[in-house]
């Protein structure tokens, strides 16, 4: 066997093996009929993106549950690609001219996007080198990006397809609009984030008279744009005032007041402002009431020339300015705070303004029916279950999709106008232009519609756009509909809930059978990283400093399903120790297998002792365990099982009793010997297949020095249990060693003894099977325990200055003679009894009072009771160790 380098490095081992398998095209899948198939597509990243925490976690766990389903002998693909990223992509170069003195329209359209184009060659394969750092097993040959030439078309038929089927509309509506990436946004593209801000009460006068209406506000400055001010038809502090007119403050339009019943008596002053062109409320009120719509902001949010005094400054300037003028004309009658729900662009944090304009909308309704029954008859499984209610919530209650944004970098909608305005939809000009002659009779000249789509609808067809739709592959015929969808919650509308929909209405199939949802990686305090907090670790530095699979293995660990992760560096620790521990185990195994030739061992000639049956049988189980957890997506405690098995059951306990054997060269010790090598071997081999999935590097490199035969570790089977080989009567014998040991372990902890000391122990056990466990196992527990002499029986006295300890069924003595200092000792017996005595003794007075016996709650008394019941019965136990001295 060859050996392993003497410190574990893991940066040079995982640059080494990356290289190795994807050169070697194990990632590849194949088009083979004959095989069980499984697939995944990655959730793409932002082509701008670079790796965070979240992709890390995202991303560790669709690579274990890819590498563990290869590992079965399925034909399994991980699609991989990139999500040209609309909005952020276009920011990212504006700023590139910006730092030029340019803008976008400085130098037009179509150079723009050349330009843009020019950057993601550049800058956009940034992410898919470090998810190669990472160790991501995707199938790179058959990367996608959602604006490459094959997914274009895609998007391009199922608008067409929308279109004609009705679902697709356009139209002049309220939408919610971001001032600083200047596009609509969906409603779900809205975070809604709690702030504080003022209510300002102004007073509207009544025009002729003196008297005035009061409106309450929170954003004073659309009050430029008022058109009415409703009430309620009942409301008697204002029925005189309804079909009169108002003067509107600081502008001196003439304004009506008009009543509704959408107007709540109760709420505020009883009045509202209507300002159809800034209110998704207002603009459903101007239309029932035909009331004029009144712009008063610019796209980039600065009120428009309308108005000199402040046109040209930004609105939240602008309310400043408004509210000193209101002020010193007498209008404003207070301000007062006000904690409310402000929304804001989920990608840049501005506040969102509602806006009329002219916008592409999907009929969302008709889609979620499906999308909803899906989830319901089990066809689509949502994981964790709880997130099914977020879902169900979200589909019921579903408003039309947005899908137009007013930015140049995306798919440009295939929408042609003819020189009357009449639109032609179609696949791409040259069909629009064939509809055209078609309508007016003769060649026109047609212009493409200026918006492009939401970046989320080109990603709705991800996993069927991927593998070639609209054309009839073979990679749709085999690994559609996938298997698993891995993602965050986080975007269970923005991404599920539409691919279900899409996927259902053109390939009528669901596009996944498993959704995956795990958890924020958020900071140590609970907060979601993000640079401008500066608690958001580099990836990079981190794998630096740990390696990959201790931080794959880490997170994966300590993530439950669809639970939050709060990270700390510390997390890692626990993962870079256990590859350490991995390593120099494995090193030491290596070291112990120099004159060791497995392919010449005959099994039946070994001699099979208490602990390689249990090493065997806990393996196996350990597989079953894995296994099942994995097949229920419980990752954290698949990696737990491992864990438990490797570090705890083979390094701390097989490899150390194996010790014994290994260094014992006596002739008639040979088969011993040779079985511990033998276990050894097999535990190693088959442990490295095991964890492979959750730290794919170190397993290769490890597995590389004890194969029999194979190219790689992750075209190899994936350990199955053998039930034949699981003997729960052999695992509780042995689990009886390890409780003895552990029980001297602790007395020595307890004790201050030194581990270097051999002790004298007697145990004493009226069970047979524990006598005979000890009988046949006395040489493994003394040379664990540093044992001088281990005495056992049924009838043995108890012996003098002594530390007990309970194991099984057996009273387990240390004898402290010659290991202790005696004198110190019973002094320090005395101190704790002392101790305990005195924090009894108020215990004791209240129970021997009348008036609180008489007078307390029964559950009190029972409670004081319990409370003596247990001081005594550490008294006795201090008591009893001091006999032992005394």
């Avoid at 130098?107 to 990472?134: A, C, N, P």
């Avoid at 009942?234 to 005189?240: S, V």
């Avoid at 305005?421 to 026109?444: C, L, P, R, S």
């Avoid at 196996?620 to 097949?631: I, M, P, Q």
């Amino acid at each position: 066997m060859n050996e392993l380098n003497k410190t574990y490095s893991p940066n040079e081992i995982e640059e080494k093996w990356y290289k190795i398998w994807e050169d070697s095209k194990y990632f590849a899948a194949s088009l083979d009929e004959n095989r069980e198939n499984y697939s995944i597509v990655i959730p793409p990243p932002n082509v701008t993106g670079i790796l965070h925490m979240g992709h890390i976690l995202n991303n560790s766990i669709q690579d274990t549950l890819v590498r563990y389903n290869r590992m079965t002998g399925k034909n399994t693909l991980w699609m991989p690609g990139c999500d040209h990223a609309g909005i952020a992509t276009q920011n990212k170069v504006e700023r590139k001219l910006k730092e030029e003195g340019l803008t976008k329209e400085d130098i037009g359209r179509e150079k723009f996007i050349e330009m843009t184009w020019d950057w993601k060659e550049k800058y956009g394969g940034i992410i898919t080198k470090q998810l190669r750092k990472l160790g991501a097993s995707l199938d790179w040959d058959r990367e996608r990006f959602t604006m490459d030439e094959g997914l274009s078309h895609a998007v391009r038929q199922i608008f067409v397809d929308l279109y004609n089927d009705g679902l697709i509309y356009k139209g002049e509506y309220m939408v919610n609009w971001c001032s600083s990436c200047g596009t609509a946004l969906a409603d779900d593209e809205v975070n809604h984030e709690e702030k504080d801000s003022h209510l300002w009460h102004i007073k509207y006068p009544v025009k002729d008279s003196n008297e005035y209406i009061i409106i309450a506000t929170s954003r004073p400055e659309t009050m430029l744009a008022d058109v009415a001010v409703a009430v309620h038809p009942e409301d008697e502090r204002y029925k005189h005032l309804i079909g009169k007119t108002l003067i509107l403050p600081l502008v001196g339009r003439e304004i009506t007041v008009i009543a509704d019943d959408y107007v709540e008596k109760e709420f505020g002053t009883g009045a509202l402002k209507i300002t159809p062109a800034h209110d998704p409320n207002d603009f459903n009120l101007g239309k029932k009431y035909n009331l004029p719509i009144i712009n008063m902001l610019t796209p980039d949010g600065k009120v428009v020339n309308d108005y000199p005094k402040y046109a040209g400054i930004d609105r939240f300037e602008a309310r400043k300015i408004i509210e000193k003028d209101l002020e010193e004309q007498g209008f404003l009658i207070k301000k007062e705070h006000l904690h409310h729900a402000v929304g804001e662009c989920y990608r840049c944090q501005t506040v969102v303004e509602p806006r009329i304009s002219q916008q592409w909308f999907v009929k969302m309704q008709p889609l979620a029916e499906k999308a909803l029954e899906v989830v319901r008859n089990g066809e689509v499984k949502i994981l964790p279950k709880r997130m099914e209610k977020i879902y169900y919530n979200w589909l019921e209650n579903i408003r039309d999709w947005c899908i137009s944004r007013q930015i140049w970098w995306g798919h440009r909608i295939p929408a042609w106008y003819g020189p009357d305005g009449k639109m032609f939809v179609a696949i791409d000009e040259n069909e629009a232009k064939a509809q055209a002659k078609a309508h007016y009779g003769k060649d026109v000249e047609l212009k493409q519609e200026e918006d492009v789509l939401d970046t989320w609808f080109s990603s709705a067809l991800w996993p069927f756009s991927t593998m070639g739709w609209p054309n009839k592959t073979k990679e749709l015929e085999l690994f559609y509909p996938t298997n698993t969808l891995v993602t965050g919650a986080d975007i269970i509308f923005f991404w599920v809930a539409r691919m279900i929909m899409f996927g259902l209405y053109e390939l009528k199939e669901i596009p996944f059978k498993n959704v995956f949802f795990h958890g924020i990686v958020r900071d140590e305090i609970g907060r979601k990283m993000s640079k401008s907090l500066g608690n958001s670790p580099d990836p990079l530095d981190l794998i630096k400093e740990f390696g990959v699979d201790a931080i794959r293995f880490s997170m994966i660990y300590n993530t439950s399903q669809g639970q939050d992760v709060r990270f700390s560096t510390d997390l890692l620790g626990m993962g870079r120790n256990f590859a350490n521990k991995i390593w120099n185990v494995a090193r030491f195994v290596l070291m112990n297998l120099e004159d060791f030739d497995v392919t010449t061992v005959d099994e039946t000639k070994l001699d099979y002792e208490l602990v390689d049956r249990w090493i065997i049988s806990r393996l196996n189980r350990t597989s079953k365990e894995v296994k099942d957890y994995l097949e229920k997506f419980e990752l954290d405690n698949a990696a737990k099982s491992v864990y438990e098995f490797l570090r705890g059951d083979f390094c701390d306990w097989y490899v150390e009793i194996a010790k014994i054997r290994l260094y014992n060269n006596d002739e008639d010790k040979k088969i011993s010997k040779l079985t511990a090598q033998y276990i050894l071997w097999k535990v190693l081999e088959e442990g490295m297949r095991l964890l492979h999935p959750f730290m794919p590097f170190i397993t290769e490199e490890i597995w590389q020095k004890v194969k029999i035969s194979g190219e790689t570790i992750m075209l190899e089977k994936y350990p199955e249990c053998e039930e034949t080989l699981v003997d729960t009567h052999c695992e509780i014998s042995f689990e009886y060693i390890k409780e003895l040991v552990s029980s001297l372990r602790n007395i020595r902890a307890d004790k201050g003894i030194s581990p270097a000391k051999p002790a004298k122990v007697v145990v004493i056990t009226k069970n047979d099977k524990e006598l005979d466990i000890l009988e046949n196992n006395k040489l493994f527990i003394s040379k664990l325990a540093n044992l001088e002499s281990l005495e056992y029986g049924k009838d043995l006295e108890t012996p003098a200055q002594s530390s007990l300890k309970v194991a099984g069924d057996s009273s387990v003595y240390m004898i402290l003679t010659g290991l202790l200092n005696s004198e110190a000792e019973i002094k320090k017996i005395n101190e704790q009894i002392a101790k305990l005595e005195k924090e009894l003794e108020p215990v004791n007075r209240k129970l021997s009072d009348e008036k609180f016996t008489s007078k307390a709650p029964q559950h009190i008394i029972d409670r004081e009771l319990r409370i003596q019941k247990e001081y005594l019965d550490k008294i006795e136990k201090l008591q009893e160790s001091l006999k032992n001295f005394q």
